[in-house]
């Protein structure tokens, strides 16, 4: 995982935690929610491999069980070893491994995230979120005046907190820092829907960036 990909994680965690008053905030206070960021991944992330642990615990014994519990088993004779069967799979065994792989890729996001902010690329990462949340301190209400603008048919009051977060700090790195490349700011900004929002936020977050981006003039 890039540092700025961890710092930007980073950041939607710490605007998760602010409250109205955005302006505040300390640097200081800034520093405080990112380690207790930091502290709240790390355990999700042991949280959701104890998940991810009980189900394949589930589907180890579904797996031994199944041949032995099986009709054609059951009927044999006594002292006949078990007939080999073919373990089909189904649609809820399929989903149940779909969703230990992507609990699996969240821990380890978790851990990547936890281990940019205690090695060499600590002051990186952290860094780079504490800018991202001071632009937008600073910068606050015309960024939520430019969200409104395009989210038409749409009270900022109304919209989904993630998705107002991933629009503001998409926003604050293409028109104030400006040293990210547009396109990595939008698919990170996309990703970060996928992980955490709605089934509909990507499309809606990809549709209000495209805009600030012709009018704003952004390359």
Do not use: C
């Not at 009927?75 to 006949?80: A, E, F």
């Not at 078990?82 to 491994?97: E, K, Q, Y």
């Not at 107002?164 to 829907?193: G, Q």
């Amino acid at each position: 995982m890039q540092a700025r990909r961890a710092a930007r994680e980073l950041a939607f965690i710490l605007f998760s935690q602010f409250d109205k008053k955005i302006t505040n905030y300390s640097k200081e206070d800034l520093q405080d929610i990112i380690l207790k960021s930091v502290r709240i991944l790390t355990s999700s992330a042991s949280d959701e491999l104890r998940t991810a642990l009980g189900s394949l615990v589930a589907m180890r014994d579904q797996i031994e069980n199944y041949e032995a519990d099986s009709e054609i088993n059951l009927n044999r004779p006594i002292g006949v070893a078990n007939i080999p069967v073919p373990l089909p799979m189904t649609s809820d065994m399929t989903g149940r491994i779909n969703e230990m792989i992507d609990i699996a890729e969240k821990a380890a996001l978790a851990i990547e995230i936890a281990e940019f902010t205690t090695l060499d690329a600590q002051n990186d990462v952290k860094n780079y979120a504490i800018d991202i949340a001071e632009y937008f301190q600073r910068n606050h209400k015309e960024i939520d005046d430019i969200i409104q603008k395009y989210a038409k048919n749409w009270d900022l009051g109304r919209l989904v907190k993630m998705d107002k977060d991933i629009l503001r700090i998409a926003i604050v790195e293409l028109l104030y820092m400006k040293d990210a490349p547009m396109k990595v700011v939008v698919d990170e900004a996309l990703e970060l829907a996928k992980k955490y929002s709605t089934d509909d936020s990507a499309a809606f977050i990809n549709g209000i960036l495209a805009k600030v981006i012709v009018d704003y003039g952004i390359n």
